[in-house]
């Protein structure tokens, strides 16, 4: 599994830092949705969810977190700890954000409006999706 991060250029002098974001030039999508989490408790897991199509950049824009990603044959663990860093969620992706700081704001860029018919929310539901989706894929290349 490819992790990706995208590194955000930030533009700051003597007064602070500010990071503008602009689809297609920053962000790999169309955004058409932004929300963000904060005053997680200690020790919640979130998300436990995937996704058919939309698209997603977390950025952990104050404190700390950590996103496990499951593509449903490999997981892999990425921090999120600098505000100037996003990482790319794509779609089928099992994701769930947790250790987050007392002072983290998880904020999310997504590529589509919200529908509840667009979440995989059971984990074995997800396995049998994209094991479907590999043995689509393999029977186009004509395997």
């Known amino acids: 599994m490819q992790v990706i991060k995208y590194v955000f250029q ?3 002098d003597d007064r602070g830092q500010l990071i503008a974001l602009e689809e297609f030039r920053d962000i790999p999508f169309r955004i058409k949705r932004v929300y963000y989490m904060y005053d997680t408790a200690k ?3 979130r998300g436990f ?3 058919r199509h939309l698209q997603q950049i977390l950025v952990c824009i104050h404190g700390s977190c950590k996103i496990r990603l499951d593509n449903g044959k490999e997981k892999k663990v990425v ?3 600098k505000p100037y860093e996003g990482l790319y969620v794509s779609n089928n992706m ?3 954000m947790y250790d987050f700081s007392p002072d983290a704001v998880l904020m999310v860029l997504a590529s589509e409006l919200y529908d ?3 979440y995989i929310r059971n984990y ?4 049998e999706y994209v094991e479907n989706c590999d043995d689509t894929a393999a029977k186009g290349k004509g395997e």
Request: aromatic content about 10%.
């Open 49 to 51: 969810h995937a996704h």
């Open 10 to 12: 930030p533009h700051g």
């Open 94 to 96: 099992w994701r769930e």
């Open 43 to 45: 020790d919640v897991i």
């Open 116 to 118: 509840e018919s667009d």
């Open 124 to 127: 074995e539901d997800f396995l």
């Open 79 to 81: 921090p999120l700890e």
